[in-house]
């Protein structure tokens, strides 16, 4: 069946260091959503992205959107003890869009 | 905050026992998904209403039942609750693409 994959599924930073999370879809996505859920919170949205090759930026955080809409990146530039969480990817299940099917996560940790 | 409530917030069960979570969703929005997330995990989706029908489900066994008013809010219902059915459960409400998510509600089951 459809997955969406993250990896990788732990990482731990230095503050100041810069972090990545890679997300895959075993099927091409109509969009990608991604959320950021501190521990003990819940999941707030961040960001969708929609086009072939689609970059965005939110102030530290660069989202990209693959070539053949089967892939997706969040990449933090610089990262402060306030980008701690877990980051999900989340796409939605073929034929409804309303539906989506959430990666495992990334859980980041940085050190002060 | 979302605008998005749930009810209770914590809960305790018993194996066998049943229990009933509600949700409270945004104005306007008409789309009401329930996810199940168990420690570390992520969010497991359930099933979800869409102006008050079931518009899709997910690998739950149909004790995990349902339903949705007219305000568009939401109730989740378990029967017999087994052990590892201890978990965060997430209902989010959405208009469009954008889920919004409430506090969810933390069910352990003894």
């Known amino acids: 069946g459809q997955q969406v994959m993250q990896i990788p599924q732990y990482q731990h930073v230095q503050e100041g260091e810069d972090f990545t999370t890679y997300c895959n879809s075993s099927?091409?996505?109509?969009?990608i959503q991604w959320y950021k859920q501190r521990p003990g919170g819940h999941p707030v949205f961040l960001i969708q992205?929609?086009?072939s090759g689609e970059v965005k930026k939110q102030k530290r955080l660069t989202f990209q959107f693959g070539e053949a809409k089967k892939n997706s990146s969040l990449h933090i530039t610089a990262t402060q003890t306030t980008d701690v969480g877990t980051y999900f990817c989340?796409?939605?299940?073929?034929?409804?869009?309303?539906?989506?099917?959430w990666g495992l996560g990334t859980s980041l940790a940085v050190n002060p | 905050e979302t605008g998005v409530t749930q009810s209770p917030t914590h809960l305790i069960k018993t194996r066998g026992q049943q229990v009933t979570l509600r949700c409270s969703s945004q104005?306007?929005?008409?789309?009401v998904s329930w996810y199940q997330q168990a420690l570390g995990q992520g969010p497991q989706f359930i099933f979800q209403?869409?102006?008050?029908?079931?518009?899709g489900r997910g690998n739950f066994p149909p004790r995990f039942s349902g339903l949705q008013f007219p305000n568009y809010s939401s109730e989740l219902n378990v029967n017999a609750l087994e052990l590892d059915d201890s978990a965060l459960y997430l209902c989010?409400?959405?208009?469009?693409?954008?889920?919004?998510f409430g506090p969810g509600t933390r069910l352990t089951v003894t």
């Open positions: 989010a409400s959405s208009r469009d693409y954008e889920q919004y």
């Open positions: 104005s306007g929005h008409n789309t």
């Open positions: 209403y869409y102006r008050e029908e079931e518009n």
């Open positions: 099927t091409t996505l109509s969009n």
């Open positions: 992205l929609v086009k």
């Open positions: 989340a796409g939605p299940r073929a034929g409804n869009n309303r539906k989506l099917i």
